[in-house]
């Protein structure tokens, strides 16, 4: 069965660093997705992104975000200089064409010391 | 803005039915959907409600009253492996969902 597939799956970061989330969204999908938990916490939108541009972000989303999708297959998430607030478990999100279902990866847990 | 509220915590019996009930404030949306999220783990989709009434899909229904901005989970037939977190989400078109705070759900033998 296709599934949306995450790395790392745990990175771990000192505080300033850039880092990049990558995800494969399953290949028919056409939207693309990433949010976050904090640990105990809800799941928070963070930006969506379709036909090679950014279609919504939430205000947690700042000018130390940004998305790429650079070939055909990646969809990536970098964080600039990251904070210690940053430390999360970042969730990929593809939907299908038409498709009402948001598909989860398995996430990347995040750790800033 | 948008809100939703839910209970945090559920707790019932196995074999029982349990509903998780969702309550939300918004100026718009497309649907209503529940997802299932066990520790550890990433969300999974459970259920959608584009319209009002009652979806079922196996052990699960959902349902959703527009006019009453409020929605809820049913659980059927409860299992220990339904111990997880519930999320009711807003969909507010194909490019951005809002999540509640979810209901953690302990089912006891």
């Known amino acids: 069965e296709p599934e949306v597939t995450q790395t790392p799956s745990h990175q771990v970061t000192q505080m300033g660093q850039e880092v990049i989330l990558r995800c494969v969204p399953i290949?028919?999908?056409?939207?693309f997705y990433w949010y976050r938990q904090i640990l105990g916490q809800k799941v928070e939108f963070l930006v969506s992104?379709?036909?090679?541009?950014?279609?919504?972000k939430s205000e947690i989303f700042d000018d130390q975000f940004s998305v790429e999708r650079p070939d055909g297959s990646n969809f990536t998430l970098k964080i600039r200089s990251t904070k210690l607030e940053d430390s999360a478990m970042y969730f990929c999100?593809?939907?299908?064409?038409?498709?009402?279902?948001?598909?989860f990866g398995q996430g990347t847990r995040l750790t800033v010391v | 803005g948008q809100s939703l509220e839910q209970p945090s915590e559920v707790t019932a019996v196995e074999g029982a039915i349990v509903q998780i009930n969702c309550t939300y404030q918004?100026?718009?949306?497309?649907?209503l959907s529940w997802y299932q999220q066990h520790d550890g783990g990433a969300p999974t989709f459970l259920s959608y409600n584009a319209l009002d009434g009652l979806e079922e899909t196996g052990r699960f229904s959902s349902f959703l009253s527009r006019s009453d901005s409020y929605g809820y989970l049913l659980l059927q037939e409860l299992q220990m492996k339904d111990s997880a977190s519930y999320f009711c989400?807003?969909?507010?078109?194909?490019?951005?969902?809002?999540f509640g705070a979810g209901t953690r759900l302990f089912v006891k033998a």
């Open positions: 918004t100026s718009g949306f497309y649907g």
């Open positions: 290949s028919n999908h056409l939207y």
């Open positions: 992104f379709y036909n090679n541009e950014i279609s919504e």
């Open positions: 989400a807003l969909n507010t078109g194909g490019f951005k969902t809002i």
């Open positions: 999100a593809s939907n299908p064409p038409g498709g009402t279902e948001a598909f």
